[in-house]
C-alpha cells in the first residue's frame, strides 16, 4: 500500500530564506509526482509535475526533484517571500490509473 | 481557458438529507476524480471516472457514489449524511490515461448539521 509522507509538518521561515520541503513514498512503482499549494479554504494549484523518468522540474523559484529508486522528492523554494505562504501538498500517481495518493503536507508560513 | 468547475461552493444540510456536488472539467479532459479533505485525515481518494467509466473507488462507504456524463461533467451523491461526512469535497480533471498533470477545482465545502 503506497504511502506518502511529508517533512516537516509545518516551517516558520523570514522573507528571502532558501528552504526545502521533503516528500517521501513507500512504493516506486508510480507514474509521476506532482507537487501542489493549497490557501486555507481553497482547492489546490498545482506547482510542478515531474514524470517518473525525469530527475527534476523548474518553474520560476521552485525546484522539485525526484528520486523514484530511494523513494524521495524535495521541492526547493529560493528567496522566499510573505506570498508563498501556503500548505504545500506531494501527491504520487498510482501506475495505471490517474488516482493521486497525497502526503500530509507542509504548513509554511513565511513572515517579512 | 476555463479552469475545474465545482458547484455549489458551499452546502448545509441536515443528517439524513443527501447531496449531490457537481464538477465541470477543463474542456477536452476525460479524466475526473473526487477526494474528501478533512483536518483528521486529510486527502483522501473517492472516485476515479474515465469517459463514463468509474475506473477506481477508494474505501467509502456505498452511500458515496457518482457518475461521469457524456460531456466528462461528473457528479457526485452521498445519501443518509452523515456529521462525519463534513468535508471540503475537490474534484480533479487531467487528459487521463495516466502520467498527465491534475487540475483541481476550488471545492465544495459541505456542512452537516
Known amino acids: 500500500k503506497q504511502e506518502v509522507t511529508q517533512i516537516p509538518a509545518a516551517l516558520s521561515v523570514p522573507e528571502g530564506e532558501n528552504l526545502v520541503l521533503n516528500c517521501s513514498f513507500t512504493d516506486s512503482a508510480i507514474y509521476n509526482l506532482q507537487w501542489f499549494r493549497q490557501d486555507p479554504g481553497k482547492g489546490l494549484t498545482s506547482l510542478l509535475l515531474i514524470q517518473s523518468s525525469q530527475r527534476e522540474q523548474t518553474s520560476g523559484r521552485l525546484n522539485a526533484s525526484l528520486d523514484k529508486s530511494s523513494g524521495r522528492s524535495t521541492l526547493y523554494i529560493a528567496a522566499s517571500q510573505p506570498g508563498d505562504s501556503a500548505t504545500y501538498l506531494c501527491?504520487?500517481?498510482?501506475?495505471?490509473?490517474?488516482?493521486?495518493?497525497f502526503g500530509t503536507g507542509t504548513r509554511l508560513q513565511v513572515f517579512p | 481557458k476555463a479552469g475545474v468547475t465545482q458547484t455549489p461552493r458551499y452546502l448545509i444540510k441536515t443528517r439524513g438529507q443527501q447531496v449531490t456536488l457537481s464538477c465541470s472539467p477543463i474542456s477536452g479532459h476525460r479524466s475526473v476524480s473526487w477526494y474528501q479533505q478533512t483536518p483528521g485525515q486529510g486527502l483522501q481518494f473517492l472516485f476515479e471516472y474515465f469517459s463514463e467509466t468509474q475506473r477506481n473507488k477508494g474505501n467509502f462507504p456505498g452511500r458515496f457514489s457518482g457518475r461521469q456524463f457524456s460531456n466528462s461533467r461528473s457528479e457526485m451523491n452521498v445519501s443518509t449524511l452523515e456529521l462525519g461526512d463534513s468535508a471540503l469535497y475537490l474534484c480533479?480533471?487531467?487528459?487521463?490515461?495516466?502520467?498527465?498533470?491534475?487540475?483541481f477545482g476550488q471545492g465544495t465545502r459541505l456542512t452537516v448539521v
Open positions: 501527491a504520487v500517481q498510482i501506475a495505471n490509473t490517474d488516482k493521486l495518493i
Open positions: 480533479a480533471s487531467s487528459l487521463g490515461g495516466g502520467r498527465t498533470e491534475a487540475f
